[in-house]
C-alpha cells in the first residue's frame, strides 16, 4: 500500500527533462530525448519509477502519463522541425492508448521517434508487428535503444526495422582507447546503414569519444559533452 501511494504521489509529480541530439559532423542540433523525471524523492530516478510501475502492474499508466507530458511540451516548442525521441516500454507497445488517434502524442507523429529499449525483452507475435504497422501508418518512426547492452542482443533491430539505433554508453565509453570497441561500433554502423537506418551514438562525455564516434560512422551524438537534460526543449541551432 505504501508503495501505491508513493507512486501516485510519483506520477502527480513527474516531469519530462530533455537532453539535445545533435547530428555529428555539424553540431546542428536534430533533436532531444525525452527523459522523466519525478519530485516525490522515493522515486527520482527512472529506474526507482519503472521497477514500481512494474511492482505495482502500472507500466501503462506510466507510459501515458510521459507521452502525455512529452506531447504537450512539444507543442509548445518553438520549432516545428524538432525531433523529440521519446522512450517506450516493449510492453507498452500492447497499449492500446498508443495508437488512440485523438492521444496527445499522435496529432505530432511526424515529429516523433519512438524508442525502444534493448535492455528487456521484446516480445514476437502477431498483435506486435501490427502494432509496429499501425504506428507508421499514424506517422511515427522508431529506434531500438541501448543497443550493444541489450537483454536480447540485435532481436529488437531485426523486430522493429528501425529508422535510428541509439548505441549504449558502455560501448561509447573510453571508445578512442579500446579497439574492440572501435570495431563493434564500426560494424554496427555498417550494418546500420546497410539497412537504412541512422546511428546515435549516446553518453558522450569528451571530444575524443565524439570525434571517434564521427570517425567510426555515427549520424548523430548524444550527451553531456552536448548538453545536460533540461526542463526546456533545446531552440534549433548550432550546439558544439
Known amino acids: 500500500a505504501g508503495l501505491e501511494v508513493r507512486f501516485d504521489r510519483a506520477l502527480d509529480e513527474l516531469w519530462m527533462a530533455y537532453q539535445p541530439i545533435v547530428e555529428a559532423h555539424s553540431g546542428v542540433l536534430f533533436g532531444a530525448e525525452a527523459l522523466m523525471r519525478s519530485r516525490e524523492p522515493s522515486m527520482a530516478s527512472p529506474s526507482a519509477l519503472l ?32 525531433h523529440l525521441f521519446v522512450n ?4 507498452d507497445l500492447l497499449d492500446a492508448d498508443l495508437v488512440r488517434e485523438t ?35 499514424l506517422g511515427f518512426r522508431l529506434a531500438v535503444d541501448d543497443i550493444g547492452a541489450g537483454y536480447s542482443g540485435l532481436k529488437s533491430f531485426t ?11 558502455s560501448l561509447v565509453r573510453q571508445v578512442h582507447r579500446s579497439a574492440r570497441r572501435q570495431r563493434t561500433i564500426a560494424a554496427l554502423c555498417r550494418l546500420c546503414h546497410e539497412n537504412g537506418c541512422l546511428v546515435v551514438g549516446e553518453g558522450v562525455e569528451t571530444v575524443d569519444e565524439r570525434d571517434t564516434l564521427v570517425e567510426l560512422g555515427c549520424d548523430l551524438i548524444q550527451g553531456f559533452l552536448i548538453g545536460r537534460p533540461d526542463a526546456y526543449l533545446p531552440r534549433r541551432g548550432h550546439l558544439t
Open 51 to 82: 521497477d514500481a510501475a512494474t511492482l505495482l502492474g502500472r507500466l501503462p499508466r506510466l507510459g501515458r502519463r510521459v507521452r502525455e507530458l512529452a506531447a504537450a511540451d512539444l507543442a509548445g516548442a518553438p520549432s516545428d522541425h524538432l
Open 88 to 91: 517506450l516500454h516493449p510492453s
Open 103 to 137: 492521444a496527445p502524442l499522435t496529432a505530432l507523429a511526424p515529429r516523433v521517434v519512438l524508442e525502444v529499449t534493448e535492455r528487456a525483452a521484446l516480445e514476437e507475435s502477431e498483435a506486435v508487428r501490427q502494432r509496429l504497422a499501425r504506428l507508421r501508418e
Open 159 to 169: 523486430e522493429l526495422a528501425p529508422e535510428w539505433v541509439k548505441i549504449d554508453m
